[in-house]
């Protein structure tokens, strides 16, 4: 599997384990106040990130070059901060809002990237053949 597709796992199921937290903390607590931050972080942070590490792992020729790398930053870090921004504003701190709009502008930017990706013909000459076994 490329290493771009282990770096999406691996951030992936950090994501889903903070996910989950919060989800296990809203249901005990009966308080479910940062339910836009567990959905958006279950969904962002985990289902997404399988995905594009999954697309990586089946199309190897994608995930050369410098783009996956950009990608997988732009996205994760965005997906990061606007999970933690979320989540410190719907627990009452409005200061984070300014972090919650660039974590959602990065975010964005790095699904952009993925569907240049998805579209862009595959990395020239690194369709390597792999020998029957
Ligand atoms: C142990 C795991 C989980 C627990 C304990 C949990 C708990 C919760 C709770 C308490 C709510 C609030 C329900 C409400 O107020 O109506 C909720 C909502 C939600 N959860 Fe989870 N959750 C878990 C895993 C997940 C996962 C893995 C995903 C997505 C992949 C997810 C996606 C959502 C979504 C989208 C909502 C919003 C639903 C709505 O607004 O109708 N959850 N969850």
Known sequence: ???????????????????????????????????????????????????????????PAKAEGLLPKIHFWIYTVGVVMMGVALYLLLKGNTGAEPFVAIGSLLTAAGVLIAAYVFFAPAHRGSARMQPAE
């Open 1 to 59: 599997m490329p290493a771009i597709s282990h770096l999406f796992f691996r951030a992936g199921i950090l994501f889903l384990i903070a996910g989950i937290g919060l989800g296990l903390a809203m249901s005990i607590s009966q308080n479910h106040d940062v339910i836009g931050a567990h959905a958006h972080i279950n969904l962002l942070g985990w289902v997404t990130s399988a995905i594009f590490g999954g697309y990586y792992a089946l199309n």
